[in-house]
Each structure stands twice: as structure tokens, then as C-alpha cells.
């Protein structure tokens, strides 16, 4: 079974702190993505990246970063974390073989973030 | 641009009453990939289906059945004799060329409720 993994479920921070969120996947997946969910919106892509080092923006890139040392591992940064930031984070990874588009997204159970 | 409207904000049914969920999407591309997600209150977003734009067949997975039609932009997905279990948010999500890459696009998901 695939299985992605976020670092907290819950997490609380302050306005202004340097917020890292890390995913793990272990199904050797080339794709990875960052999302955010908010009531009302649905989920909004902030980053992906399609293999080690790479990254594309999003729909809502502005106020994060990413970073994509390792296959199985992207992590999502705020730099300098505000309280419009508080909300689900969802990660996510997908194969890449053939038609990536084509291919599910697997999900990881979220961090919810709460910037005071 | 691409998009997907899930018109149905929130549905509350009686247990083993049947239940459709509604999903139009717009995409200029001719190649392209419908999902559905289940999100349970637990979090984690589970794929439950994938068409791609060439196949219009109709599939049913036990109580589950898919009806997917072209030439209304239509992918909707019918739970019949819903069970309390079913109760969470369901997402669709189209897949369709942004760039040079495939890019998941959601809709901001139906909250079921089914009450026994």
C-alpha cells in the first residue's frame, strides 16, 4: 500500500516563525504536491515538483516555499508564517509513468496548521 | 482554464435513500482525466475513481455507479441505499495538460450526511 506521511497532524505557530511542514512517501512516486484546504474552497495547489530538485508553482505559490533533496521527501516552508496561513495542509504524491495525468494522487491525512 | 463545479454544497439523506452527486467541468483539452475523492472525517482523501475523456462508459462498483457524459460536461457519481459510513466530503477533480504538465484541478467538494 502507498503510504504518505505527514510530520504533525496538529500544529501551532506564531506569526512571524519559520513554519517547515515535511512529507514522506514510500512508494518510490516521481510526483509530489503541496495543497492547502479551506472551507469553501476546496484544494488549492501552493507547489509540486516532479522529481528531486524540481519544483513548479501552483495556484497560490506566494508566502511559501519548497524543498525536494530526496525522492520520498518534500517539504513545504513558510517563511515567515501569518494568520491567513492557518488551514489544512494536504500532501500528496503520484507516479509519473506514461500519462502522469492519468495516474491518482495518494494523500496524506493533513497537517492542520493554526498561526496565532 | 480549467475548472469544476460541484454545485452541491451539502446534502443530508436517510440511511438507504440514493443519493447523486453532482459534477460539470470546463477544459479546451481534449485529453484529459475526471476523479472522485472520498474525504471521511478522519482526513485523508481517498481515490474512489478515474475516467479518462475518451471513455464514456457508465461503471458501477457495488453501490457506487459513475455516470460520465461529454456532451454535457457532466461526471456524477450516485450512492445508492446510502449507509451512514458513506457520510463525508466528495471531491471531483479533473486532470488536464497546465503548461507541460498535468495539473488536478478540484471542486470544492459535497459534505454528505447520511443519518440513520
Known amino acids: 500500500d502507498v503510504k504518505v506521511t505527514q510530520s504533525s497532524r496538529y500544529l501551532v505557530k506564531r506569526t512571524g516563525e519559520k513554519v517547515f511542514l515535511e512529507c514522506v512517501q514510500d512508494m518510490d512516486h516521481e510526483n509530489m504536491f503541496w495543497y492547502r484546504q479551506d472551507p469553501g474552497l476546496g484544494l488549492r495547489l501552493i507547489y509540486f515538483s516532479y522529481d528531486v530538485k524540481m519544483k513548479e508553482k501552483g495556484d497560490i505559490p506566494e508566502g511559501y516555499s519548497v524543498s525536494r533533496e530526496k525522492k520520498e521527501r518534500f517539504s513545504l516552508i513558510l517563511e515567515s508564517a501569518s494568520t491567513n496561513q492557518t488551514s489544512m495542509y494536504l500532501c500528496?504524491?503520484?507516479?509519473?509513468?506514461?500519462?502522469?495525468?492519468?495516474?491518482?494522487?495518494?494523500f496524506g491525512p493533513g497537517t492542520r496548521l493554526t498561526v496565532l | 482554464a480549467q475548472k469544476v463545479t460541484q454545485a452541491q454544497t451539502e446534502i443530508s439523506v436517510v440511511e438507504k435513500e440514493d443519493v447523486t452527486l453532482d459534477c460539470v467541468y470546463e477544459t479546451r483539452d481534449t485529453t484529459y482525466y475526471l476523479f472522485w475523492y472520498k474525504q471521511p472525517p478522519s482526513g485523508e482523501l481517498v481515490f474512489l475513481i478515474r475516467r479518462n475523456s475518451f471513455d464514456e462508459q457508465n461503471e458501477i462498483s457495488g453501490r457506487y455507479s459513475w455516470n460520465f457524459q461529454k456532451s454535457t460536461s457532466s461526471f456524477n457519481f450516485t450512492i445508492t441505499a446510502s449507509q451512514v459510513v458513506d457520510s463525508a466530503v466528495y471531491f471531483c477533480a479533473l486532470s488536464a495538460l497546465w503548461g507541460s504538465n498535468y495539473k488536478l484541478t478540484f471542486g470544492k467538494g459535497t459534505l454528505l450526511t447520511v443519518n440513520p
Open positions: 500528496a504524491s503520484s507516479l509519473s509513468t506514461g500519462t502522469s495525468g492519468y495516474n491518482e494522487q495518494f
